[in-house]
Nanobody, 118 residues
């Protein structure tokens, strides 16, 4: 069973920055699309950003220009740099690792809370 372990969440004022980290087991990291999703209270989980094995990235419109996703293949770690944070960014952030060709899988981390105060 793959493991994804997030860290870096916390409380920050609006306009501030946080960096989330997600360490993945090496058996999956190099073959996975890695991503960050978030879920606010009473809302569905939504995509924040993804990065492919070749380093291509994709962002939700709501975070473009403020968040940056990156991956360090040597450390089996994916990061989410979050700048210019807004209260509406408050949510539990989840790391995801998935593969849609054989072997197919979709793994989630336990989540880390990000709270942005106004």
């Amino acid at each position: 069973q793959a493991q994804l372990v997030e860290s870096g969440g916390g409380l920050v004022q609006a306009g501030g920055s946080l960096r989330l980290s997600c360490a993945a087991s090496g058996s999956i990291f190099s073959r996975s699309v890695m991503g960050w999703y978030r879920q606010a209270p009473g809302k569905q989980r939504e995509l924040v950003a993804t990065t492919t094995t070749s380093g291509s990235t994709n962002y939700a419109d709501s975070v473009k220009g403020r968040f940056t996703i990156s991956r360090d293949n040597a450390k089996n770690t994916v990061y989410l740099q979050m700048d210019s944070l807004k209260p509406e960014d408050t949510a539990v952030y989840y790391c995801n690792g998935r593969r849609t060709s054989y072997p197919v899988y979709n793994y989630w981390g336990q989540g880390t809370q990000v709270t942005v105060s106004s």
